[in-house]
């Protein structure tokens, strides 16, 4: 009432309780309503207007009585005042308003709190056409429903439905109202389907109405084009209008899909160049309001992009970000409009544009103080606008202006920036965001699975394909998401990037770049990531800098090229170059051709450092990309001239040939940080997947075969980035080498270390190198004693360079492998194949510095390592060890390795328990393994047990080495070789021998005797270097000689030291015929060295003695029971070369053949065997060494004598063998040999040293040696069984052969020989050709002789010797000396010949007696008696110089034979042939005559005459011209022979006498015949009375007859003038006077 009076006072008063009463809440709904009514009055009336609205405010606020009619009532009051002529009451109605309707929702929002736990059945609303049907709606609801409508209503200028009495209305305002009730109440409309309702019906298709005059309008367009004219766009309202499309897309986007779709493709359009500029710039501001969410953006990709028929809306609004600010740049004033391309496409906007490269080479231009963008001339500030991720709007938020401002130049395009900067900032931190989840889910899943049992598999996998249906579904969002902005972003960035002049913002350009990058890359969009990189990388390098990488990718957007996104044509601006950037670089390009030099700017290097950070936080989902990141930087590194050192790292140093590079201080500090980001890039490796590691290696090798490519054909410094980046990442790896080992070492091996050029191979070398050194050294886990794959698959890359023929690479794998040794020595394992391996394939041809370095290697191993390897290994240090020997680069080393190998086998000796359990347990197992498979154990000398073989391969690469091209190898392996068998031999098992024999020694053998055979003759003049050759050696052939001497030695003496061993192996005589078949080659070798120790070799063999058996000798410890060789002569064989010295393994051993089980008794037969060989084996040799050549020529060879004694004196060790079984034929061969042997000459220059002088009676050492033999044989014939004595005679034969040599020395083929005293030995001739000299065989035939005498004595009465004639043969013999007599070459062989003959016969001549009937002497006596002739009256002129004592000497010779006659022959007449005696009486009357010649001077005569032999003749002859005890008719028949013989001779020296006598007349006579006429005188005289005494029966009358025949002739000697011959002329007389008788008839005479 108080109101009504109207009274300002009163009212205000009213008014103010009113306020009070409602604040107390004591307003009834009524008396609110009547209030309403009251306040409406007042403002009618215009009457206290402010005091209205605050009472309204309060009565509306403090409770919910006021409802329907009278709220709308109330409402309409407010909006009637909010359009009054005062401004205050203006602004306070319309604070009112808000508040009011703000109020209205609030009181809706409390009321579904009441009732939100109330669960009621919503009615079904039918499509209700009736606006005002709200009847589901409760009271506040309903309120709020009703004005809502209206309000919309209002803005549409239609009359209202519920707020009656409203006058006027502005759109601005009813804008506002409508935008604050939907941002601030939201839920409303999303609860509640009235409302949802409302906002689809009334609320979008207001606003699309309301926004027709923008799209319309294009600036510049005439009106006249369009029939109704266009409305301008209004500023207040656009703004308003992009406000409420901003609320209505943020926050019921769910609800009004198409209508936004709509809004959207609007705002896109509103970005059009032809639209005014605060147009574009409000867009913008509502655009970046959007880019601030990345969900509402994800949805808008959801609901449209990824449908099929809709709008690609997302994609839309990044393009048109991208052209707007492209338009930007190209603005028509900057002069050229042609860029703006239009595509065909109604959206488009001008081109986008990513840069091919971008250049920024600033010529000489200042750097612009205000950060900026400048492209193509165009300048563009950039403002500072908002922070980063809030979209905070300058003119969205003009809502007092009226007319639209002016844009300061520069803000549309730092908006735009910073959408595209939030853009990317929200999508990648939602989307990773969301992805960690993802993965962290996957992880908890897969571990939870993991730790659980297998049988909760099932529900794990369940568990698991939920996740993977949920995570396919948001990948596709993401990748889609991606996918439709990627395009647009590149061409924004990369043009802004180009453009950009500020620090700061390239910063924030690359940062985007490089995070979309990474997250293309997690999501695996290869295109994509690949074309961020690619500009990256472009913004890294100079501009137009030739790198194929980036021009050939498929990632990358070529320059010039135009490809669509999705239907808008995107052009591909090419960079400007003009760009005012600092350089701070300048450098050379890495390129095959030499180029001008490149620059790099700041930017350049702030790209290169994105580049890097990009590589070293997202390595893992670089994939392929690596390849262009890694090439950039080897690009950048060149530029900037950084070179590897060790480990790889990067270090600032230029090579000489860049003097063109040209750093400034500012880059000259970062180089050390650059290198070190380089570094620790890859050291960051280490923490990506097996995948992406695998990504960066192959990368790295792509790259390293580029630079290889670039390299080759020329010697520039290559780059060596990748390999030394290879190196690093393997480095820093370790850990899981495994993973990346094969291609990383395959890589360095295969085409690195195989380059040309040796800067990139040496880099290729060092990197392996130092890997597999590193890889050795790191301690893995589990250890690698414990991981034998892996420490091998380590080592094999060190194995692998073996191939590789480079020297300088082998030196490095070789000093690796010395380093490795002397770090890792003992811990190799079985890696020391590999290691030896690389050793031993060092070849000949490969320089010796590599042989040395190599060889060092190996005897470190031999010193320090051979215990700590596997023994398996053992077998290949003995082949590489061999295998250095036979390099012939470097003597030294053949020599050292071969003591090598003799230290190898003494560590065999000494480890031997221990090396055998290894091996044999190492056997099993592959024995095990082998039959597992099926196949067959492969080893050399298989059979055999395992340390067997270790040692036969130790012999086998000796026995290579002693057929070495080089004599000094040879000599010093064969010495090795037999010292090492000889010594360590007894460890071997039994049945070893047999190969040690067969494939070792005969092998040798057989090796060494075809070398020695073909050997060349010609004369090697120096040794190298000045080293002078003995002569003995100055030929291939003469030290090939040597080296067969020491092998057959070598081997004879095992067979002699170790025949024990050998003996019970089955072969054996099949070994001992081999043997003695290369004795027999050897001993007739053309060559005296070679074949003199052949024999010698023989002889060792033969002197073996049986081995004691151990029944025998029970107490001799086993080691020691080894034979002693027996040696004969001066050839000595060293017994067992060393003292046993210990006794476990070798006792045992030894042990095992004697003590525990006895070797086999080996018959006597297979004994004798073995001996037969050796005999025909001795009798090939003796006869094919002295049968004679056919030919001669000064080349001819001839045997030496030293050869032929040691070969005749092997025979008598040899016969003690084979005496059982010797015959009659042996013997003749032996005789054969003996003969030839003696009958070979000598050669002039040796005589001297073998003969004395001739004239010494001294026998060579053959001639003694042959005696020997001879002797050897008779005494075993002499106590041997009968059978064997039918061999006397051919001894005799033998003998007396030898014999005959003292006159007649043998022939020796046709050789013609000089007597050794007319050799020609003089110095003069030293060295002419050798001429041949026959030996002085007197001394043999002489000593010969004798021994036939000695034999004789000892034999005569044999059946043998008597059967075969041997006393014939003796005397056939000496017969020949007797008869030359003193034409004998030496004289005393017919002294000795005539003693010789007189023993013989003295004990022969009774046998020939006794066998006499047997006629087996029948032959011999005409011999004798020939004999005897031949010397008594020989033909030879004794010399000149003969002394009357030696003259003397030797008629008292042959009286001696005369005294035998007289004794042994003549008393035995009637056993002895007629005929024999007969020539024996003519013989001696042939004496008793002196027997003269006129031609003698006297005093010769004197000397020649024979006095004393005559008389002994005659004394024979008269002894036995009679004789009185006649026994046998064959007595008186000698007698009667003797006789007449005698009287026969008287007569004949009386008739000479008496003719001297005459015609000498008074000369007296010579006092022999004197003598002689005396001695007959008295003979006569004797003789006459002797015929007196005896029976006259008993004298033949024919004596008679003769005696008395003498008496005229003595009568006529009387004349003579000698009173001594007269005296004995009287005695001689005076028994005729017997005769006196006279004659009786002539029947008597004749009768008696």
């Known amino acids: 009432m108080g109101c009504g009076t109207k009274e300002p006072k009163i009212t205000q008063l009213c008014l103010a309780a009113i306020q009070r009463l409602m604040s107390h809440e004591v307003v009834s709904e009524t008396a609110a309503g009547n209030i309403i009514n009251m306040l409406w009055q007042l403002m009618e009336n215009s009457l206290e207007e402010l005091k209205l609205l605050q009472t309204v405010l309060v009565l509306l606020t403090t409770n919910t009585v006021v409802h329907d009619e009278s709220l709308s009532k109330a409402i309409v009051l407010c909006f009637r005042l909010h359009f009054t002529k005062d401004n205050i009451t203006n602004n306070t109605a319309a604070a009112t308003v808000r508040q009011v309707v703000t109020v209205v929702f609030e009181r809706m929002v409390a009321e579904d709190e009441r009732y939100r736990d109330i669960i009621e059945q919503p009615v079904l ?97 005439s009106s006249s084009s369009s029939p109704a004219p266009v409305e301008k766009p209004y500023f207040p309202i656009c703004m308003r209008l992009l406000r409420v499309v901003s609320v209505l897309i943020k926050q019921f986007y769910s609800l009004l899909v198409t209508e936004c779709e709509i809004f959207l493709s609007l705002l896109v359009k509103f970005l059009d160049a032809d639209k005014p500029q605060w147009l574009r710039a409000v867009a913008v501001e509502s655009i970046h309001r959007l880019c601030v969410q990345p969900q509402l953006l994800r949805s808008f990709c959801q609901s449209y992009d990824m449908k099929q028929h809709s709008t690609k809306v997302f994609r839309d609004i990044v393009n048109a970000l991208g052209s707007f600010i492209q338009s930007l740049f190209l603005v028509p004033p900057t002069g050229n409009p042609a860029t703006t391309n239009q595509a065909g496409n109604n959206n488009s906007g001008g081109p986008v544009s990513t840069p091919a490269n971008s250049g920024m080479l600033g010529i000489g231009g200042g750097v612009t103080l205000l950060p900026a963008f400048e492209y193509r001339g165009t300048w563009i500030p950039i403002l500072t606008i908002t922070v980063q991720g809030s979209a905070k709007a300058t003119y969205l938020e003009m809502l007092d202006k009226v007319e639209p401002p002016t844009i300061p130049e520069g803000y549309a395009m730092s908006v735009a920036f910073h959408c595209l900067l939030d853009l990317v900032r929200g999508i990648t931190s939602m989307i990773e965001g969301e992805l960690g989840e993802v993965e962290t889910e996957c992880q908890t899943t897969t571990e939870a699975a993991s730790s659980l049992t297998q049988s909760s598999e099932q529900q794990e996998l369940q568990s698991t394909s939920d996740q993977m249906d949920k995570e396919i579904v948001s990948r596709a969002v993401w990748e889609e998401m991606v996918n439709a902005c990627w395009c647009g972003l590149l061409a924004a960035l990369s043009l802004l990037l180009d453009a950009s002049t500020d620090e700061a913002a390239t910063e924030n350009i690359l940062k985007a770049e490089l995070t979309m990058a990474a997250l293309c890359g997690r999501l695996g969009l290869v295109t994509s990531r690949d074309a961020f990189i690619t500009a990256i990388c472009k913004g890294s390098l100079p501009p137009h800098y030739a ?31 003009e760009s005012h950037q600092q350089v701070v670089a300048v450098g050379q390009p890495l390129a095959v051709q030499p180029q001008g030099t490149v620059m790099l700017t700041s930017k350049n290097i702030q790209c290169m450092r994105t580049l890097l950070n990009l590589a070293h936080c997202h390595g893992a989902v670089l994939g392929t990309s690596w390849q262009l990141v890694l090439a950039t930087l080897q690009h950048l590194v060149w530029i900037l001239g950084l070179k590897p050192s060790s480990g790889g790292a990067l ?103 195989q380059h040309p050029n040796s800067r990139m191979r040496e880099w290729g070398a060092e990197a392996l190198t130092s890997l597999i050194k590193a890889g050795l050294t790191f301690n893995h886990d589990p250890p690698l004693s414990q991981n034998q794959r892996l420490q091998l698959l380590l080592l094999n890359p060190l194995k692998e360079m073996s191939s590789i023929n480079h020297p300088d690479i082998r030196l490095k794998q070789l000093e690796c492998v010395l380093q490795i040794l002397q770090s890792q020595g003992d811990s190799l394992g079985p890696g020391w194949p590999l290691v030896l391996g ?43 060890a061999g295998s250095f020997g036979l390099h012939n680069q470097e003597l030294n080393i053949s020599l050292t390795s071969i003591g090598l190998l003799w230290n190898i086998s003494d560590y065999f000796f000494q480890r031997g328990e221990t090396i055998e359990k290894e091996l044999d347990k190492e056997e099993a197992a592959q024995q095990k393994q082998a039959e597992e498979k099926g196949v067959v154990l492969n080893r050399p000398f298989h059979p055999a047990p395992p340390f067997d073989c270790l040692w036969l391969c130790l012999y086998a690469k000796l026995g290579e080495l002693c057929v070495d091209p080089r004599p000094a190898v040879r000599k010093s392996a064969g010495q090795t070789l037999f010292s090492t068998i000889g010594a360590h031999g007894t460890l071997l098992q039994h049945s070893t021998w047999h190969t040690v024999i067969w494939k070792v020694l005969f092998h040798l053998l057989d090796r060494v005797r075809e070398s020695s055979t073909t050997a060349d003759k010609e004369k090697i003049e120096s040794g190298g270097g000045n080293i002078l050759i003995h002569h003995s050696r100055d030929t291939a052939e003469k030290q090939w000689a040597e080296t067969w001497v020491l092998t057959l030695a070598g081997v004879a003496r095992i067979f002699n030291t170790r025949r024990y061993l050998l003996q019970p192996l089955g072969d054996f005589s099949r070994a001992w015929d081999v043997l003695l078949d290369h004795i027999q080659s050897a001993a007739l070798s053309k060559n005296n060295e070679v074949s003199l120790a052949a024999l010698k070799s023989f002889q060792e063999i033969l002197q073996i003695v049986s081995p004691v058996r151990d029944s025998e000798k029970p107490e001799t410890p086993p080691a020691v029971n080894v034979p002693v060789p027996v040696l004969i002569g001066s050839i000595s064989g060293p017994g067992l070369s060393r003292p046993f010295v210990r006794t476990d393994s070798i006792g045992e051993r030894l042990g095992r053949y004697n003590s525990s089980e006895p070797p086999e008794v080996t018959d006597e037969l297979e004994d004798l065997n073995l001996w037969w060989a050796a005999w025909n084996t001795w009798y090939r040799i003796g006869s094919e060494s002295t049968k004679p050549p056919i030919t001669f ?55 001297p040293f073998i003969l004395p002088s001739y004239t010494e009676a001294v026998l060579t050492s053959l001639q003694e040696a042959v005696l020997t033999a001879l002797d050897v044989l008779q005494k075993a014939i002499c106590v041997g069984p009968e059978n064997m004595q039918i061999m006397y005679p051919a001894i005799f034969d033998q003998l007396l052969a030898f014999v005959e040599f003292s006159c007649k020395p043998p022939q020796y083929g046709q050789l013609e020989t000089k007597h050794i005293a007319n050799a020609k030995y003089n110095q003069i001739q030293l060295f002419a050709p050798a001429e041949w000299v026959a030996l002085n065989y007197v001394p043999f035939a002489e000593r010969s002789l004798e021994v036939v005498v000695d034999l004789y004595q000892k034999t005569a009465c044999h059946k043998a010797v008597v059967n075969e004639k041997v006393l014939q043969n003796i005397i056939k013999t000496l017969r020949v000396p007797l008869s030359l007599k003193y034409s004998c070459p030496s004289e005393s062989t017919w002294k000795l010949a005539v003693s010789s003959l007189l023993k013989v016969l003295s004990i022969g001549l009774p046998v020939a007696r006794q066998h006499a009937s047997s006629g087996k002497f029948d032959s011999m006596w005409p011999e004798l008696a020939n004999t005897f002739e031949d010397f008594l009256f020989t033909k030879s002129i004794p010399p000149d110089n003969l002394s009357i004592q030696e003259f003397q000497r030797n008629e008292s010779i042959d009286v001696e034979v005369v005294q035998l006659i007289s004794t042994e022959i003549l008393p035995y007449a009637n056993f002895i042939p007629k005929e024999f005696v007969g020539q024996i009486m003519t013989m001696l009357n042939k004496g008793s005559i002196h027997s003269q010649s006129s031609s003698f001077t006297e005093a010769e005569i004197d000397i020649r005459l024979r006095e004393e032999f005559s008389k002994m003749c005659f004394e024979t002859l008269l002894q036995f011209s009679f004789s009185n005890k006649v026994t046998t008719p064959q007595e008186g028949y000698i007698s009667r022979m003797a006789l007449s013989v005698l009287l026969k001779r008287s007569q004949d020296v009386l008739h000479r006498y008496i003719e001297d006598e005459r015609l000498s007349g008074k000369c007296p006579l010579p006092r022999q015949q004197v003598t002689e006429i005396i001695f ?46 007269c005296s004995a002329l009287k005695e001689a007389l005076v028994p005729f006077k017997d005769f006196m008788q006279p004659p009786a008839s002539k029947v008597q005479n004749g009768e008696s």
């Open 838 to 880: 690389v050793m031993g394939a060092i070849r000949n041809d490969q320089g010796e510095s590599l042989i040395r370095t190599a060889f060092q290697c190996l005897q470190l191993v031999v010193t320090d390592f051979l215990p700590t390897m596997p023994c398996t290994c053992l077998q290949i240090v003995v082949d590489v």
């Open 125 to 221: 609303v039918q499509g209700n056409s009736n606006r005002r049907s709200v009847s589901t709606l409760k009271p506040c609801a309903k309120d709020a429903y009703m004005l809502f409508q209206d309000l919309c209503q209002l803005v549409n200028a239609d009359a209202p439905y519920w707020l009656v009495g409203m006058t006027e209305m502005t759109r601005t305002f009813g804008l506002e109202l409508l935008e604050s009730v939907l941002n601030d109440f939201p839920q409303v409309f999303l609860q509640h389907q009235e409302f949802s309702f409302l906002l689809k019906e009334r609320v979008c298709p207001l606003v699309i109405k309301l926004f027709s005059p923008n799209i319309k309008f294009r600036q510049g367009s």
């Open 1193 to 1247: 020529d000064k080349l001819t060879f001839i045997p030496s004598q030293p050869f032929l004694t040691a070969l005749i004196q092997i025979f008598p060790a040899l016969y003690q063998h084979i005496k059982t079984g010797f015959n009659m034929d042996d013997l003749q061969k032996l005789g054969v040999i003996l003969h030839s042997a003696v009958s070979v000459p000598i050669s002039s220059d040796a005589s």
């Open 547 to 577: 790198l194929t990488v980036l021009n050939t990718t498929t990632a990358a957007t070529l320059s010039n090229k135009s490809y669509s996104i999705q239907g808008q044509s995107v052009m591909m601006i090419s960079p400007s170059s």
């Open 1576 to 1621: 007959v005188l008295k003979a006569v005289s004797t003789l006459i009375d002797s015929l007196k005494k005896t029976q006259p029966e008993n004298v033949d009358g024919n004596t008679w007859a003769q005696v008395i025949a003498l008496y005229p002739t003595l009568v006529e000697c009387i004349t003579c003038s000698s009173a001594e011959v």
């Open 651 to 753: 270090k600032p140093g230029r090579a000489v040939e860049g003097p063109s590079t040209v750093l400034t201080t500012a880059v000259m500090t970062d180089l050390p940080v650059i290198s070190n980001i380089l570094s620790r890039l890859f050291e960051s490796s280490q923490y990506l997947d097996d995948v992406s590691l695998h990504h960066l290696i192959n990368a790295l090798c792509s790259l390293s075969l580029e630079a290889m490519d670039m390299a080759y054909g020329n010697n520039k410094e290559p780059s060596l980035f990748a390999v030394a980046k290879l190196l690093e990442t393997g480095l820093v790896n370790m850990h899981r080498i495994e993973i990346l080992w094969r291609p990383l070492t395959g890589h360095l091996l295969e085409k690195v270390c």
